[in-house]
């Protein structure tokens, strides 16, 4: 008989997708839906109970299309059968894109290099894309303007003022005002020339709650006219509180997260 409190730990990372109109954000709360529920769920009835670390904890509506959960097993778990298992269990709305081994220890927020947001805006946004994107004029921001245009010069230059390292507090949620210092990497928009939409790329090594969603509000401030083109510079420099737009929990998708090479063997498609 195998003694399995001598096993060592295996560390496992889950790459999954989801709709988060569909749930109350990711962090399990009593009664109400969310992505861990659903998830720790999902692989309690594939046999694994195991304490979970996510790489972004998204807010209420965010969507993801390469968020990464990670957890320590002592079984050997096979990351195809796996995966098919979770989406077998788990609810409309998440989907496992895939299982990974790590080669050794790993935590999914610790050990991320660095972490992709995008976030469409539209004025208006197109209908197909009612619940993934901000949609103006919006009755709770810039409702007196009838016919909204957003200027994709004024919103670069806005953003642009976000990229390097800065103390991030006044755009923190209210509290919190520790570990505020951040580094984001890029600030892009992305128009498209078929419609008004826009879509507003930020990627750093972590962010503070709230952080992208005040920035992107504030450079749509910015871009219609209702706060200075230096807004994000002045803010960073003054570090004062945000009392501004904060974009809606639904146009933000969290992309993409990056780990160091090696970190995590490549599944069998990637492999061929």
Same mark, same amino acid.
């Given at each position: 008989?195998?003694?399995?409190?001598?096993?060592?730990?295996?560390?496992?990372?889950?790459?999954?997708?989801?709709?988060?109109? &569909?749930?109350?954000?990711?962090?399990?709360?009593?009664?109400?839906?969310?992505?861990?529920?659903?998830?720790?769920?999902?692989?309690?009835?594939?046999?694994?109970?195991?304490?979970?670390?996510?790489?972004?904890?998204?807010?209420?509506?965010?969507?993801?299309?390469?968020?990464?959960?990670?957890?320590?097993?002592?079984?050997?778990?096979?990351?195809?059968?796996?995966?098919?298992?979770?989406?077998?269990?788990?609810?409309?709305?998440?989907?496992?894109?895939?299982?990974?081994?790590?080669?050794?220890?790993?935590?999914?927020?610790?050990?991320?290099?660095?972490?992709?947001?995008?976030?469409?805006?539209?004025?208006?946004?197109?209908?197909?894309?009612?619940?993934?994107?901000?949609?103006?004029?919006?009755? &709770?921001?810039?409702?007196?303007?009838?016919?909204?245009?957003?200027?994709?010069?004024?919103?670069?230059?806005?953003?642009?003022?976000?990229?390097?390292?800065?103390?991030?507090?006044?755009?923190?949620?209210?509290?919190?005002?520790?570990?505020?210092?951040?580094?984001?990497?890029?600030?892009?928009?992305?128009?498209?020339?078929?419609?008004?939409?826009?879509?507003?790329?930020? #990627?750093?090594?972590?962010?503070? &709650?709230?952080?992208?969603?005040?920035?992107?509000?504030?450079?749509?401030?910015?871009?219609?006219?209702?706060?200075?083109?230096?807004?994000?510079?002045?803010?960073?420099?003054?570090?004062?509180?945000?009392?501004?737009? &904060?974009?809606?929990?639904?146009?933000?998708?969290?992309?993409?997260?990056?780990?160091?090479?090696?970190?995590?063997?490549?599944?069998?498609? #990637?492999?061929?």
């Amino acid at each position: 008989m195998v003694n399995l409190a001598r096993v060592q730990r295996r560390f496992y990372a889950v790459e999954i997708a989801y709709e988060g109109g &569909r749930f109350r954000g990711f962090q399990r709360q009593p009664g109400l839906p969310t992505i861990q529920g659903a998830l720790e769920e999902a692989l309690a009835a594939a046999g694994v109970r195991a304490p979970l670390a996510v790489a972004a904890r998204t807010d209420a509506g965010v969507h993801a299309l390469g968020q990464v959960v990670s957890f320590a097993a002592r079984a050997d778990l096979h990351p195809d059968t796996l995966r098919r298992a979770l989406n077998a269990a788990l609810p409309e709305g998440i989907v496992a894109l895939a299982v990974r081994r790590a080669t050794g220890p790993f935590h999914a927020r610790a050990d991320a290099l660095s972490r992709t947001y995008v976030y469409l805006v539209g004025a208006p946004a197109p209908t197909a894309l009612e619940g993934f994107a901000w949609s103006l004029p919006d009755p &709770r921001a810039f409702a007196d303007l009838p016919r909204p245009v957003l200027d994709p010069g004024l919103l670069r230059a806005c953003l642009a003022d976000a990229v390097g390292t800065h103390d991030f507090r006044a755009f923190a949620r209210p509290g919190e005002q520790r570990g505020t210092i951040r580094t984001v990497t890029r600030a892009e928009v992305v128009s498209a020339g078929w419609a008004p939409l826009h879509a507003l790329v930020i #990627e750093g090594r972590g962010f503070l &709650r709230a952080m992208v969603r005040n920035l992107v509000g504030t450079a749509v401030a910015a871009s219609v006219g209702r706060a200075p083109p230096d807004a994000i510079r002045a803010l960073l420099a003054a570090g004062a509180r945000y009392r501004g737009v &904060r974009a809606p929990g639904w146009g933000l998708t969290l992309a993409r997260v990056t780990y160091p090479p090696g970190r995590l063997e490549r599944d069998a498609a #990637e492999a061929r």
